[in-house]
């Protein structure tokens, strides 16, 4: 199974700042990887998919990159509703394994 | 619009065994994957497995294979996933979702194994 590697596993900053999220596959996912944000409490909302390609809806504030083994998640100018958990998931071949996951809180 | 409604919420002893669904609507039931996800309080999201109602293919991650059951039934555009010989390990909230990257999530179904 491929294993996905997320860090930080936590993140404090202020609204405005500019945070990444690095999300890092065990073998070649070529663009296959999603990026989820979950409130306490709600189901999880997509917000990239194939890497780079913004779901519907999703602010244009957030940004993925990557491919092969190595992917990021960028927030510009951070927005109180920002604040939650996110995880990153391939969908390159089931199992479609999630990351760990990474709280971003407020400072 | 597409909607996926979950069954409620479960309350089951040790060694049971529970049958959730996930009601989908708004949209081709048998032409997309659907997965379901667990996550334990504070804890991350877990892959389970998937099914494609269209023809009843199904895929497990390892760690669930005997764990969790996955059905549908077309008829009623539901899918359904059974879990056996609960545990304690087996507390969590499950979800369903539409998708390879799921636009669409069910609202989640709280399971808590308590004798």
Known sequence: DIQMTQSPASLSASVGETVTITCRASENIYSYLAWYQQKQGKSPQLLVYNAKTLAEGVPSRFSGSGSGTQFSLKINSLQPEDFGSYYCQHHYGTPYTFGGGTKLEIK | ???????GAELARPGASVKLSCKASGYTFTSYWMQWVKQR?????????????????????????????LTADKSSSTAYMQLSSLASEDSAVYYCARGGYPLYWGQGTTLTVSS
């Open chain 2, 41 to 69: 309080p504070g804890q991350g999201l877990e892959w389970i497995g998937a099914i494609y109602p269209g023809d009843g293919d199904t895929r497990y991650t390892q760690k669930f294979k005997g764990k969790a059951t």
């Open chain 2, 1 to 7: 619009q597409v909607q996926l409604q979950q069954s």
